[in-house]
């Protein structure tokens, strides 16, 4: 019992630590494929003491090896776990390059929202929806919910939140008919509801752009400079025989 409280005492004392844990979000460069075009955001955290390093990222089942699936909406979507080693790697092989952006938070704050990103894995797979649980509105999701308590002062919104989220999405993807098809054929009717700003922050470099500007009880949330982890440039991807018209024919003549 004595050996018990001891080390219940000592993971009390390693708790309290400022370095117990970093959480910080993680930014991947846009690429050519329609998946990952805007980019991608996750968050990660560090327990050196504990020697964990995970990232946490929102994934969906692979487009390309699914693609009906996804077409007629019965692709899924999950909050995952990832070394990030294992992550560096995969971002490191397909010449994109990834920045991280650390959080200044009080420990308490931390772990909570390590609790939150655990019950989110823990929940299991859901529809793919990019309006309601992409990668940019995930990390945000938890975030907020890890900081409703707190005293939290976002940026002034610009005219671009006025916008509906399809259009945001549109206005992103203008270089992309793939992008463009799914945004206005795919995406439900709710992606043209009114909703306030903070349900709209869809690309993960508004992401970045809205948590460098963000304070929380009077401290700005990222103090300190981006930091690269990955060093590189994408090449572009062949965009191969299915381009959406053809898509749009195949449907139409199963229908």
């Not at 931390?110 to 990390?139: H, K, M, T």
């Not at 919104?157 to 999405?169: F, V």
Request: proline fraction near 6%; charged fraction near 20%; aromatic fraction near 10%.
């Amino acid at each position: 019992e004595a050996e018990a409280k001891a080390k219940a005492d000592s993971i009390d004392r390693v708790a309290l630590d400022e370095d117990f844990i970093k959480v910080s979000l993680v930014f991947a460069e846009p690429s050519e494929v329609i998946y990952s075009m805007a980019g991608h955001a996750l968050l990660r955290l560090q327990s050196p003491s504990n020697g964990l390093d995970i990232c946490y990222t929102e994934e969906a089942e692979d487009m390309e090896d699914e693609t009906l699936r996804f077409l007629t909406g019965r692709l899924q979507m999950r909050m995952v776990p990832v070394p990030t080693s294992l992550f560096l790697e995969q971002y490191a092989s397909a010449g994109r390059a990834v920045w991280q952006y650390t959080f200044r938070l009080p420990n308490e704050l931390e772990n909570y929202l390590w609790q939150i990103l655990d019950q989110r894995v823990a929940s299991g797979s859901a529809p793919y929806d990019f309006f309601a649980r992409g990668c940019a509105c995930s990390c945000f999701q938890v975030i907020q919910e890890a900081l409703a308590q707190q005293d939290v002062v976002f940026p002034e919104w610009g005219s671009e939140y006025e916008r509906t989220a399809r259009e945001i999405a549109r206005d992103a993807s203008e270089a992309s008919p793939w992008a463009q098809f799914c945004w206005m054929t795919l995406a439900g009717s709710g992606a043209d509801a009114l909703s306030p700003p903070e349900e709209k922050v869809l690309l993960p470099e508004d992401l970045v752009r809205v948590l460098q500007g963000t304070k929380v009880n009077g401290q700005k949330l990222i103090t300190e400079a981006p930091v690269m982890l990955v060093d590189g440039m994408s090449s572009p991807t062949p965009s191969g025989f299915f381009t959406p018209m053809v898509v749009a024919l195949i449907i139409l003549a199963l229908v």
